[in-house]
Each structure stands twice: as structure tokens, then as C-alpha cells.
């Protein structure tokens, strides 16, 4: 895993006393949306969107957001967040009966949005972040923002294959790390597959 790229975020805070990360929440954003590369979420991260800069970023400059992590389309790793503090990625959630789900989760972006695959990288990338939070907090379980979030947010989205990176974990010696894994929804890089989403979680096309 790289090291990442330290760009701190204003929209953070201390974790309640006693609150330690136990959940990983994987997310997918891209801004513009459907638009890679540009330095669109670094500045919504750190409260200098340019509401000028694209018709929605009118709506959602003024938004007071962040997330621990951000894996760009070229694998590149950016820290806005010190997992140690709380992030203010997962809004209205409910993991396990527990709300709240900032308290207690850290939050990983995906450059991506619901109508593109992502790239093996960023998958690779992602993959090894886990591992790694997962020696340095008790993690017990790793989810999406749309299963904390349902009705509400849909990503990381159809495109994202929880499959894959469950393989990926257990290919890599980590297959305990894999277990904690929830989501077992489909994802999949192939147009077909797709068509018919968004599936019950749990379901796959036959
Ligand atoms: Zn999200």
C-alpha cells in the first residue's frame, strides 16, 4: 500500500469518549459527477468547492463533508482524515442497530460514481488499506455507504464488486480480513449484468 498523501480536512472532530473505529465504510464520489481526475472532491473536502466551477457544485458547496481516505482512478491514496478522529462521511446511518455511524467508522472514497467500472488499482489499493486498518483498529465489520444509508445514498454503487474484493483480501493471505466483509450484493465490470440493478442486496442475476 502507498503512503498516502496527507491533505487535511477542517470537517473532522474527535470520536466520542470511548468510540474507536470498528466499521469501514467504502464510498464512491466523483465531481463533476461521471468525471475523474479534477480536483473537485480535494476542494468540496476542504470547504473550496467554487459554486461557479460547475452547475452542481452550486448545490453542494456549502456542504461540511469529508471521509478518512480517497482512492483516485490512478490508485493514488490521499488522507484527508486521521482515522484516529471522525470524519463526516456517513450522515444519517444505522449499522447494526447503532446510529450515528461517523462515531464509529472510517470512511474510505472511491474516485467513481454508479455507471463506470473501477479500476483494478484503485481496487488493489483499497484492498490494502483494509488490510492494514484492519491491524491497527478492531474492525468488525466493512460495508457501503448505501447499506448504512439505505433510501438514501446508493454507492459505492453497481459497479462496485464486493466479490472482487473479497477475492482480492483472501488472495493476499487475508481471508479473515475478507470474512468481515457484509455486503454481498453483486457488482460486476459487465454491461449485462447490470442491466436489471439496482438487485435486492443479497441477489445476483442467475
Ligand atoms: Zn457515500
Redesign the pocket.
Known amino acids: 500500500m502507498p503512503d498516502p498523501h496527507l491533505i487535511r480536512s477542517p470537517n473532522a472532530d474527535s470520536r466520542p469518549d470511548g468510540s474507536v473505529p470498528e466499521l469501514i465504510v467504502i464510498?464512491a464520489?466523483s465531481l463533476p459527477p461521471e468525471r475523474f481526475g479534477g480536483s473537485g472532491v480535494e476542494q468540496l473536502f476542504t470547504n473550496r468547492l467554487d459554486p461557479s466551477g460547475h452547475p452542481y457544485y452550486a448545490q453542494i458547496h456549502t456542504l461540511r463533508v469529508s471521509a478518512h481516505y480517497f482512492i483516485r482512478r490512478t490508485g493514488a491514496l490521499i488522507c484527508f482524515v486521521p482515522p484516529e478522529l471522525r470524519a463526516w462521511?456517513a450522515g444519517v446511518s444505522m449499522w447494526r442497530g447503532r446510529e450515528r455511524c461517523n462515531d464509529f467508522s472510517i470512511g474510505i472514497e472511491l474516485e467513481g460514481c454508479d455507471t463506470l467500472p473501477f479500476e483494478a488499482v484503485q481496487y488493489a489499493v483499497l484492498a490494502g488499506l483494509i488490510a492494514d486498518l484492519c491491524v491497527r483498529f478492531p474492525i468488525a465489520g466493512i460495508t457501503g455507504?448505501s447499506h448504512i444509508a439505505p433510501g438514501r445514498?446508493t454507492?459505492p454503487g453497481p459497479r462496485f464488486s464486493w466479490a472482487r474484493l473479497r477475492q482480492l483480501l483472501s488472495d493476499a493471505g487475508q481471508g479473515e480480513v475478507a470474512s468481515r466483509i457484509e455486503p454481498d450484493g453483486w457488482g460486476s465490470d459487465d454491461d449485462e449484468l447490470l442491466v436489471a440493478w439496482p438487485f435486492p442486496v443479497g441477489a445476483r442475476p442467475a
Open positions: 464510498h464520489i462521511h455507504h445514498k454507492d
